[in-house]
């Protein structure tokens, strides 16, 4: 039977457990969107079980494809590079996710999560605290 991910991140301890489990995880730019009303972003993405986290060893051999869904809460805004709000065809690969700190100042609350993508695209939310929810909706046969 297979089990579906259910996780929440708090702080950049438990979003590197997230973004391994979706290190190489593909979406495209019609499968992302931020509502600025409820300062969420979300996002569905097509996930490989790298992590072997299956009870069943066929599973842990096939390596089952999920469809995950992710999302961030308490976003004030979001950037991107390279991201093309036409081509919703074009297909990214997430390499990882984390905090960054470089511009951050004592004064400064806010936080920035960095999505990186493949062929250097990437999305940087601004955060007001770290509150990630990934959820796997199903297996893909």
Do not use: W
């Not at 993405?45 to 009870?55: E, I, K, V, Y």
């Not at 060893?57 to 308490?74: G, W």
Request: proline content about 1%.
């Amino acid at each position: 039977m297979t089990q579906l991910l259910n996780l929440q991140a708090y702080d950049e301890e438990d979003l590197l457990l997230i973004s391994s489990h979706l290190q190489n995880a593909e979406t495209r730019r019609a499968m992302m969107h931020y509502d600025k009303a409820n300062k969420r972003f979300a996002m569905i993405l097509l996930r490989m079980d790298n992590m072997g986290h299956t009870q069943s060893s066929a599973a842990q051999e096939s390596k089952e494809l999920y469809k995950t869904l992710f999302i961030v809460n308490h976003v004030f805004n979001v950037q991107h590079k390279q991201l093309s709000a036409y081509e919703s065809r074009d297909i990214y690969e997430l390499l990882t996710i984390y905090v960054d700190t470089t511009n951050a100042s004592l004064t400064d609350v806010t936080q920035h999560l960095v999505l990186l993508f493949s062929h250097d695209y990437l999305l940087r939310l601004e955060l007001e605290c770290i509150d990630v929810i990934l959820q796997d909706l199903m297996p893909i046969q």
